[in-house]
């Protein structure tokens, strides 16, 4: 299983960053996605998961702001960020389970200025 991130960058305050995972090696279509992030000196927390059949879910922290995706057709599951904050700035890691362990990509940085 092979998890492909992408789409991070340097961005103001109150701007936007689309996220993409690329994934390979499993039947992506019938797994759950997760993104994942990791600021500086803080433990990685879960920021959205998307369900198999679509259901989504969202830390408190970015309701409102973040969309996650998933086109199945590409194997690809997306990150939507909008009206980032200072607070945003983190590496994000896609995630997966797949045969019973835990999959990562390598991890995109977002940094969000003031």
């Known amino acids: 299983v092979q998890l492909q991130a992408s789409g991070g960058g340097l961005v103001q305050a109150g701007g936007s960053l689309r996220l993409s995972c690329a994934c390979s090696?499993?039947?992506?279509?019938?797994?759950?996605m997760n993104w994942y992030r990791q600021a500086p000196g803080k433990q990685r927390e879960l920021v959205a998961t998307?369900?198999?059949?679509?259901?989504?879910t969202y830390a408190d922290s970015v309701k409102g702001r973040f969309t996650i995706s998933r086109d199945n057709a590409k194997n690809t599951v997306y990150l939507q960020m909008n009206s980032l904050k200072p607070e945003d700035t983190a590496v994000y890691y896609c995630?997966?389970?797949?045969?019973?362990?835990?999959?990562w990509g390598q991890g995109t940085q977002v940094t969000v200025s003031s």
């Open positions: 090696g499993m039947i992506f279509r019938i797994r759950d």
């Open positions: 995630n997966v389970e797949w045969a019973l362990r835990p999959y």
């Open positions: 998307i369900t198999s059949g679509g259901t989504t």
